[in-house]
């Protein structure tokens, strides 16, 4: 039997993929102070590394495939086959964004200003290129972590990651530049990628992973419809096609069943009421595979 080297993301991002692979329909056990988790597919060998190292090993080819972030496969130098894209990151269902910040009071107004100061980051070779992009001179010192802390005693300004801003805010720092917006993806040895049962696997992962990732921000919604006001109700639903309609033992009415946005099932269902429908029933999705 065939295995595949997969990587997990141990971090910030570990949680959401655990939860994420779940919802897949996979039964994952990550064990306290274990770094290989416990799947049950025995084409699977698991192992739980930092985001920023997994690049480097699916390169290098100690693993197979795994999930990163396009910034770490960035960062590395690539050398990798990118599989498959994902929007999630940490808390929320969106990118990411490398950003340069500095102190609210600096002088520092502009990515011009920072000629001659010191920068500190953990992506040491995108800072590199984004000054050298710039054409500008400034130091740039590797962070071990806690950057958001470095200005302005220990740093000028730095480069770091952010989802929503918050924290960059709640420790004193303006943005002053985007560097580099950043997705979550699978990335595949390219060796791993011309096998053609691993991948078959990746792409099956990919697969399951991104349609439980879509079922996330859909709904199911099943109702009773008079006949006579079928064509009212459709122009009522958005769907990924079109409704399924079932006809009833009472030619009178049908059963009408589609997919929405989960957001927009609230706004919908006093309109689809309003227009005749009757046992509205709104139901979770696990994936949904286009």
Not at 118 to 132: D, H, M, P, R, S
Not at 142 to 168: M, N, Q, R, V, Y
Not at 233 to 259: F, G, N, Q, R, Y
């Amino acid at each position: 039997m065939g295995k595949l080297k997969f990587a997990i993301p141990a971090g910030s991002l570990q949680e959401s993929t655990v939860n994420l692979f779940r919802k897949a329909g996979f039964n994952l056990l990550v064990r306290e102070r274990s770094y290989s988790p416990i799947i049950d597919d025995p084409e699977l060998e698991l192992r739980l590394i930092r985001a920023q190292e997994i690049p480097r090993y699916v390169r290098d080819g100690a693993l197979d495939a795994g999930i990163t972030g396009r910034d770490w496969v960035i960062e590395n130098g690539g050398g990798v086959v990118e599989a498959a894209d994902f929007v999630y990151a940490k808390r929320s269902y969106g990118k990411v964004r490398w950003v340069l910040a500095v102190p609210q009071d600096s002088r520092i107004k502009s990515v011009k200003d920072l000629t001659g100061k010191t920068i500190a980051t953990e992506v040491v070779n995108i800072a590199a290129k984004f000054l050298k992009d710039n054409k500008v001179r400034a130091k740039v010192e590797f962070s071990w972590g806690a950057t958001e802390s470095k200005p302005p005693e220990l740093a000028d300004a730095i480069i770091e990651i952010t989802e929503t801003g918050s924290s960059l805010k709640a420790s004193n720092l303006r943005i002053v530049a985007e560097v580099l917006e950043s997705t979550t993806v699978i990335i595949a040895n390219p060796a791993a990628w011309r096998d053609g049962f691993k991948k078959r696997k990746i792409e099956n992962i990919s697969m399951l992973l991104k349609g439980a990732l879509d079922a996330e921000f859909k709904a199911g919604l099943k109702m009773n419809v008079p006949a006579d006001k079928v064509d009212k109700l459709l122009k009522l639903l958005p769907a990924l096609k079109k409704p399924t309609i079932s006809h009833l033992t009472d030619s009178k009415w049908v059963a009408l069943e589609t997919i929405v946005d989960k957001n927009a099932v609230k706004d919908l269902i006093h309109k689809l009421k309003g227009a005749g429908a009757e046992g509205i029933l709104e139901y979770p999705l696990n994936k949904i595979i286009y």
